[in-house]
């Protein structure tokens, strides 16, 4: 089956720098994506990667490594703001996105 | 303001009562997709469609149906809603399936009595 692992929840202090893991056994791999769910919002959008590596957008930066089924999203200095889920999600090679359940991210003043 | 709308917002409804979820985009993207997000799950995808006038099944497509009469509008109806319906409904869109982004509509929260 396919399958996508995320911390359920987690805390972290304002200011300082978050890491929030993603493990997944999917049946082929198109790309991975990660995106924000403020509570009682819709998902937005945060970064995609395709090949192994880093992407940087601001305070956050994705990470994927393909050979080890694993990415993780790195959020720095953070900000109450940044308070909100954090969904993992893959492509498989039919094209179909895979939904981890998202970790929920608590910031601490 | 471009992006997706969402109708009704929230909705209580009556088990074995017909209930259509709307959603319209004005972003011109070819595809479109209906997920439910319930508690401790990923989202899973009710129905897709890549293009007007074509559909597909997702993952939980039973007790549901969709059109796609033209680009912008995207319908999901639930012929005769059950309790285990309950569950936040997302609309989404992307510009051509595949790997574009995901671009999702302020969502309808449904609850079947």
């Known amino acids: 089956g396919q399958n996508i692992d995320q911390p359920t929840e987690m805390t972290a202090t304002e200011g300082a720098i978050v890491q929030i893991n993603c493990t997944y056994q999917t049946s082929g791999f198109n790309g991975l994506f990660w995106y924000q769910q403020h509570a009682g919002e819709a998902p937005t959008f945060l970064s995609y990667n395709v090949l192994d590596g880093l992407e940087e957008k601001g305070r956050f930066s994705s990470v994927l490594s393909r050979s080890k089924g694993y990415s993780y999203l790195l959020l720095k200095e953070l900000q109450m703001k940044d308070s909100a889920s954090y969904l993992c999600a893959v492509m498989d090679s039919n094209y179909q996105l895979i939904w981890g359940a998202g970790t929920k991210l608590i910031i601490k003043p | 303001i471009a992006g997706i709308t969402q109708a009704p917002t929230s909705q209580i409804l009556a088990a074995g009562r017909r209930m259509t979820l709307r959603c319209t985009q004005d972003?011109?993207?070819?595809?479109m997709y209906w997920y439910r997000q319930d508690l401790g799950l990923g989202l899973r995808l009710i129905h897709y469609?890549?293009?007007?006038?074509?559909?597909g099944k997702g993952e939980v497509p039973d007790g549901y149906s969709v059109s796609r009469a033209n680009t912008d509008d995207f319908p999901l109806t639930l012929a005769s809603a059950v309790p285990s319906q309950t569950s936040v409904y997302f609309c989404?869109?992307?510009?051509?399936?595949?790997?574009?982004?995901?671009?999702f509509g302020n969502g309808t929260r449904l609850t079947v009595t």
């Open positions: 972003m011109r993207h070819n595809a």
């Open positions: 469609s890549n293009t007007a006038g074509t559909t």
């Open positions: 989404a869109s992307s510009e051509t399936g595949g790997n574009s982004p995901l671009h």
